[in-house]
């Protein structure tokens, strides 16, 4: 969307900025359905986490930061971040996936986001070493349960009872 501007390719500060053209830009975008509604991102989010809510963030560091147009993004650097610093354990039950699936479970492994997301209007900046923990995706069917969603403490105490 381009502004009208004046002779000198400024825009007019003493009136209401005017709309003069709209520039047609084509973007590949993924489509995500999230309870009801469907949502286009830029990274194919798994399927496994589709029951996460959207992130809107930020996401500076390592990574080109992302403008975030009204929809929110998942940043799958994020995600890997939160691998590096904590594991692919799980943060509940204290197990990955390949101790109980062997190889083809390495690489499968939840994110869940410890703020609520759904409830942060537009942009919201995640730290991945204090915001995101590992999950499996066991455990973290469980935290959703309710909402909000359980803490991983509750999950944890009601797994350790059960044991
Ligand atoms: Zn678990
Ligand atoms: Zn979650």
Redesign the pocket.
Known sequence: MFAKVDEHGKIPEDEPVKIDRFEPILQRKFLVELGKEWYSVETPIPPA?S??PLIVQTFEEGEQSMLLSKRVERSAAARKRCLDIHGHQCLVCNKSMSDRYGEMGEDVI?V??LNELSQTNGKYLVDPETDLVP?CPNC?RM??TQQP?LSLEAVRKILTKLC
């Open positions: 986490n029951y996460e939840d869940h986001h999950v973290h935290i959703h969603a």
